[in-house]
């Protein structure tokens, strides 16, 4: 069992705080080699056994970031891209910022990304982007998305890819996908934009 500490961040009301909660199948070490995206399927399995809602407005549509096992954070997008660096990896960041409804889109990342990796990363965030419930993507004036991705720079397919983060609210799963799609395409991606409204 290992207890983590994370910023619970409410999706419908916008506010956060600091919470702790045991997760019982891993040993922390294990938690530490683990990715953030991982480690936030497990606090909310665990959230949703223990029937934890937002203390604000009691809202279940919580995301759990800034993950720490200790003192140390699971995800450090830097530390991340240090990794990849050392290794020599690619890694992929792919942001979108909404303010007052405009969205801007931003990637960035490690390596000489290969038209390889775009193509199956950019597939790969939409895909996740896709299976998140619809009722979790609230859209508001103001929002944000952020993943992270990383692969081996003799990737072969998807299944190289290591999903690391996924972090959104205040957009709707629509304007995801349209945002990214519209770098997406220059890689080869395709994918109804049905399957996001």
Known sequence: MTTVTYTAG???CLQ???Q???IPDYRPEDL????EYNAMGAINFQRDENNIKCSFCGSTNVEPFDIKVGNQLIFEASSV??????NDDFMLECELKKENGNIKFRAGGVGDHSNLFLKEGYNTILNRVRFNSKSTFNPKQNGYFYAAITSPKNITDRYDISF???RYLGLSKGEVYDGIMEKATKYGVEMDDKLFK
Request: proline share 0%; aromatic share 0%; with cysteine.
């Open 10 to 12: 409410c999706r419908d």
């Open 16 to 18: 956060a705080e600091n």
């Open 20 to 22: 702790s909660i045991n």
């Open 32 to 35: 530490l080699q683990d990715t």
């Open 81 to 86: 891209a240090n990794q990849a660096k050392n």
């Open 164 to 166: 690391e983060t996924m």
